[in-house]
């Protein structure tokens, strides 16, 4: 079953727009997760937040996660081109349950 | 570190024939791993969990008998899509989390069946 409902489900910005996806779960978690796939691709992780953090930042990207709305954020500052790809948020109830996705964002950076 | 590796990338198979795909972990044990699928623009759904050594553990909805899972290593684990069927043509992907060494969950690079 899926856990998460990402937010927009597509989303088109001009280059060096940022870019906002929103997602949102339903039960506890110890972790939630943040991945990117490229068409036809295998999964790239992008960052790992977990339960007791509310922000995480690594290089043009910032997570955010609000436990108590149960939703995460991830912003991507300064788009590019190369950042056209679909983004998942995934959780995990524990540090070896397998990852519940979301029905991910497609997002276009138009050059 | 790190690293899962999935073969075959691609296959195409004919109707009423079996494929194996592989997952390897290549620098870390993986007592378990997890067998997604993937539908076109669609997200990834759990299929299954890998246990070495016991049998794996499906989602409800996916039938044993047809995805038949071997886990007989640290190391590898196997998903055999038995009697294909075009219904069965989609992106499998695998994934382990070497959770010693404190990583995120690691994927393979996926497996695209077109089955004719």
């Known amino acids: 079953s899926q856990q998460g409902e990402e937010d927009p489900q597509a989303l088109s910005i001009q280059e060096g727009e940022n870019a906002t996806m929103n997602c949102s779960y339903k039960t506890s978690i110890n972790n939630l997760q943040w991945y990117r796939q490229n068409s036809g691709r295998g999964l790239v992780h992008l960052i790992l937040?977990?339960?007791?953090?509310r922000e995480k930042h690594s290089g043009r990207l910032r997570v955010t996660l609000d436990t108590s709305k149960k939703s995460s954020s991830l912003l991507i500052t300064a788009s590019r081109a190369a950042d056209t790809a679909s983004y998942f948020c995934?959780?995990?109830?524990?540090?070896?349950?397998?990852?519940?996705f979301g029905k991910g964002t497609r997002l276009s950076v138009i050059a | 570190g790190a690293v899962v590796s999935q073969h075959p990338s691609w296959v195409i198979c004919k109707s009423g024939t079996s494929v194996k795909i592989e997952c390897r972990s290549l620098d870390f044990q993986a007592t378990t791993m997890f067998w997604y699928r993937q539908f076109p623009k669609q997200s990834l759904m759990l299929m299954a969990t890998s246990n070495e050594g016991s049998k794996a553990t499906y989602e409800q909805g996916v039938e044993k008998d047809k995805f038949l899972i071997n886990h007989a290593s640290l190391t590898l684990s196997t998903l055999t899509v038995t009697s294909a069927h075009p219904e069965d043509s989609s992106f499998y992907i695998c994934s382990a989390s070497p959770m010693d060494r404190g990583y995120g969950y690691t994927f393979g690079s996926g497996t695209r069946l077109t089955v004719v």
């Open positions: 937040i977990r339960s007791n953090e």
């Open positions: 995934a959780t995990a109830l524990s540090g070896n349950t397998p990852l519940v």
